[in-house]
T-cell receptor, first 111, second 113 residues
Framework: EDQVTQSPEALRLQEGESSSLNCSYT??????LFWYRQDPGKGPEFLFT???AGEEKEKERLKATLTKKESFLHITAPKPEDSATYLC????????????FGTGTQLKVEL | EAQVTQNPRYLITVTGKKLTVTCSQN?????MSWYRQDPGLGLRQIYY???????DKGDVPEGYKVSRKEKRNFPLILESPSPNQTSLYFC????????????FGQGTRLTVV
């Protein structure tokens, strides 16, 4: 069965304390891996798409990387406004264009 | 502004009373889908549509119906809601399904009593 697992479930950081979130997947035929940010009471907001192992993308304090079995979302010198739930999703070849989501990592950045 | 609009944002209803949650997108996207989000289970796809008049089941379709008569609209219908359908619902659209990023609506929090 195709699975997407995110870790940790929750993470508390001090402002400026860099860390990484993990998304591991056991699927056959990855078409794309997506990272989203979700604020409480709101819909997920797109961050990155990664298509092949070795690919990296950056946006402000966030950097996403992809290997054959997992993706990392690196957060450098986080600020309180980075507090949110970060969701990972995969799309599979032959998967009917569906996104399969992990359960997310809830990040809280404190002053 | 590019957006996906869902209505209503909040809804409390009673078991068995038919309801419809509307979804509209203004990006001319081909692909639209509905998800429900439950604690500990994440986002799960209910139904999706690859184009007008083309719809198909996702992972948790039981108890739901959809229609796609126009490209921009994709309503979610609960013919006879039950308490286990209490959840947070999201509509999403994308240009080419799983190959491109999805844009999500603000969500509809449904409570069935």
């Amino acid at each position: 069965e195709d699975q997407v697992t995110q870790s940790p479930e929750a993470l508390r950081l001090q402002e400026g304390e860099s860390s990484s979130l993990n998304c591991s997947y056991t699927v056959s035929g990855l078409r794309g891996l997506f990272w989203y940010r979700q604020d409480p009471g709101k819909g997920p907001e797109f961050l990155f798409t990664l298509y092949s192992a070795g690919e990296e993308k950056e946006k402000e304090r966030l950097k996403a990387t992809l290997t054959k079995k997992e993706s990392f979302l690196h957060i450098t010198a986080p600020k309180p406004e980075d507090s949110a739930t970060y969701l990972c999703a995969v799309s599979l070849t032959g998967g009917g264009n569906k996104l399969t989501f992990g359960t997310g990592t809830q990040l809280k950045v404190e002053l | 502004e590019a957006q996906v609009t869902q209505n209503p944002r909040y809804l409390i209803t009673v078991t068995g009373k038919k309801l419809t949650v509307t979804c509209s997108q203004n990006m001319n996207h081909e692909y639209m889908s509905w998800y429900r989000q439950d604690p500990g289970l994440g986002l799960r796809q209910i139904y999706y549509s690859m184009n007008v008049e083309v719809t198909d089941k996702g992972d948790v379709p039981e108890g739901y119906k959809v229609s796609r008569k126009e490209k921009r609209n994709f309503p979610l219908i609960l013919e006879s809601p039950s308490p286990n359908q209490t959840s947070l619902y999201f509509c999403a659209s994308s240009l080419w399904g799983g190959r491109t990023e999805a844009f999500f609506g603000q969500g509809t929090r449904l409570t069935v009593v």
